[in-house]
T-cell receptor
């Protein structure tokens, strides 16, 4: 497996469920990102991790909880979400956060909150 | 405020016709600008960046600081160019934030 891999690709959950999204990158990068992509809106940066340290939390509600156990793995833990949280969640990686390098994206996890 | 605007949500042109996807930005400093593309059922990927000054798949984009624009152009569109195109700005004084436009869906008609 190469590049950035996200699982699951599709997730349906109720508002009281707890679920997690997983991202894995095989590019040797040191920075990983979570983005939210809603229809007809710009990509919204949620979290940034640089060398496993969270360096950006873009005013994301606490019902989204990221975890980065190492530079290759990134999780997004979901709890008591709202229907408006339904979106495509994209994971990305880059060599180092802050450098003007290329972002490599996963295919996304499509989340539906009922 | 820093902003990227792609005024066209949808652009439809015939194969062989010229294409121009518009991108305007609002930023007082010297930005770095990018075009990303998402083909059907594929992941979002970098198409080109202004500092490279290169042509990728026949596309070019010139940074016009006077007009604060970074339009993407191709002289002769091909059907495989159909995709979503996103313009993004990296402020030189920002560490991690790419500022994204809302995207333009390009459809090339045969």
């Amino acid at each position: 497996e190469t590049g950035v891999t996200q699982t699951p690709r599709h997730l349906v959950m109720g508002m009281t469920n707890k679920k997690s999204l997983k991202c894995e990158q095989h590019l040797g990068h040191n920075a990983m990102y979570w983005y939210k992509q809603s229809a007809k809106k710009p990509l919204e940066l949620m979290f940034v991790y640089n060398f496993k340290e969270q360096t950006e939390n873009n005013s994301v509600p606490s019902r989204f909880s990221p975890e980065c156990p190492n530079s290759s793995h990134l999780f997004l833990h979901l709890h008591t979400l709202q229907p408006e949280d339904s979106a495509l969640y994209l994971c990305a990686s880059s060599q180092v956060a802050g450098a003007t390098g290329e972002l490599f994206f996963g295919e996304g996890s499509r989340l539906t909150v009922l | 405020a820093q902003r990227v605007t792609q005024p066209e949500k949808l652009l439809s042109v015939f194969k062989g016709a010229p294409v121009e996807l518009k991108c305007n930005y609002s930023y007082s400093g010297s930005p770095e600008l990018f075009w990303y593309v998402q083909y059907s059922r594929q992941r979002l990927q970098l198409l080109l960046r202004h500092i490279s000054r290169e042509s990728i798949k026949g596309f070019t984009a010139d940074l016009n600081k006077g007009e604060t624009s970074f339009h993407l152009k191709k002289p002769f569109a091909q059907e495989e160019d159909s995709a979503m195109y996103y313009c993004a700005l990296s402020p030189m004084d920002s560490n991690y934030q790419l500022i994204w436009g809302a995207g333009t869906k390009l459809i090339i008609k045969p």
